[in-house]
């Protein structure tokens, strides 16, 4: 049995959940409205204050979706109550960041700014010049907004320039040394 997939998630309170025809899941709480289509083998059931997901059989993929569905279910629970974020941090010398209504503005030792305008249910913060903070109800939403901002300028292992994620660590090498 799957050890995750068997656990009941808690619905809080504030919360409501749906679940229509092919597993439509709609969850609605205080950040906002999230639904997704969930695969329409597994079982998934509201009783009083929690939601319990259950399989049809043993198969490989059905052990496999069993824990998916109920980990995505779980998020999407999470995000509408606390939300997601993930911070990343900008460093170098002259790389800043700057917010500018929805868009956001990065110098990043290219000729020109990056202009990157916050996708829709997305918010970036700008704490200071080299803090980004990138916030939303869904989990997969700001991690991939948090990739594309990282991925304008990825850490370098010399001198660890570039934007990062605040909890990354990134393996510094030795540059090169002088002749004798």
């Known amino acids: 049995m799957s050890r995750i997939g068997k656990m009941p998630i808690a619905i809080p309170a504030g919360v409501t959940v749906?679940?229509?025809?092919?597993?439509?899941?709609?969850?609605?709480?205080?950040?906002?409205?999230?639904?997704r289509v969930l695969p329409a083998e597994m079982e998934i059931k509201v009783e009083g204050a929690e939601i319990t997901v259950s399989r049809p059989n043993d198969l490989k993929k059905m052990k496999s979706l069993?824990?998916?569905?109920?980990?995505?279910?779980?998020?999407m629970v999470v995000g509408v109550t606390d939300g997601f974020e993930k911070k990343l941090e900008v460093n170098?010398?002259?790389?800043?960041?700057?917010?500018?209504?929805?868009?956001?503005?990065?110098?990043?030792?290219?000729?020109?700014p990056i202009e990157m305008t916050d996708p829709e249910g997305i918010e970036t913060v700008v704490d200071g010049q080299n803090v980004i903070i990138v916030k939303g109800c869904d989990k997969e939403k700001v991690g991939q907004f948090a990739a594309e901002i990282r991925d304008k300028r990825r850490p370098e292992p010399y001198k660890g320039?570039?934007?990062k994620y605040a909890t990354e660590t990134i393996r510094r090498k030795v540059g090169k040394t002088g002749k004798k």
């Open 92 to 112: 170098g010398v002259g790389y800043r960041a700057a917010k500018q209504g929805k868009t956001l503005q990065l110098t990043l030792g290219y000729s020109h």
């Open 66 to 75: 069993h824990g998916l569905t109920r980990t995505l279910i779980h998020n």
């Open 161 to 163: 320039k570039g934007i």
């Open 18 to 35: 749906d679940i229509a025809e092919n597993n439509k899941v709609t969850v609605k709480g205080p950040k906002g409205t999230l639904e």
